[in-house]
Nanobody, 125 residues
Framework: QVQLVESGGGLVQPGGSLRLSCAAS????????MGWFRQAPGKEGEFVAT????????YYADSVKGRFTISRDNAKSTVNLQMNSLKPEDTAIYYC??????????????????WGQGTQVTVSS
């Protein structure tokens, strides 16, 4: 059984920053790709960022490129999402996920086997 627990969400003003963390247990974290997705009210879920098992490859949605940074600490089995220059349109529930296979990350929801419970991020003045 894999467990993913997100933390770090909250309310922030436009232009501010937040750092999300996701702690994993129950699986060989260091061999798995990880990803962050988000879902805003009334909208479909969307890909945000992904990172390979080694951390050497990352990929971002165009909407967050240059503002968000995904990273991981395999010794601590955590993946982080540093979010800077936040905008109201970044408001959503953010979910971390771990891939079915080992190695690369993915932009596709169907490539992920387990998901966290989500953490709310609200960007508002």
């Amino acid at each position: 059984q894999v467990q993913l627990v997100e933390s770090g969400g909250g309310l922030v003003q436009p232009g501010g920053s937040l750092r999300l963390s996701c702690a994993a247990s129950g699986r060989s974290f260091s061999r798995s790709g990880m990803g962050w997705f988000r879902q805003a009210p009334g909208k479909e879920g969307e890909f945000v960022a992904t990172i390979s098992a080694s951390g050497g490859t990352t990929y971002y949605a165009d909407s967050v490129k240059g503002r968000f940074t995904i990273s991981r600490d395999n010794a601590k089995s955590t993946v982080n999402l540093q979010m800077n220059s936040l905008k109201p349109e970044d408001t959503a529930i953010y979910y971390c996920a771990i891939t079915r296979g080992y190695g690369p990350g993915s932009t596709l929801r169907e490539d992920y086997a387990y998901w966290g419970q989500g953490t709310q991020v609200t960007v508002s003045s």
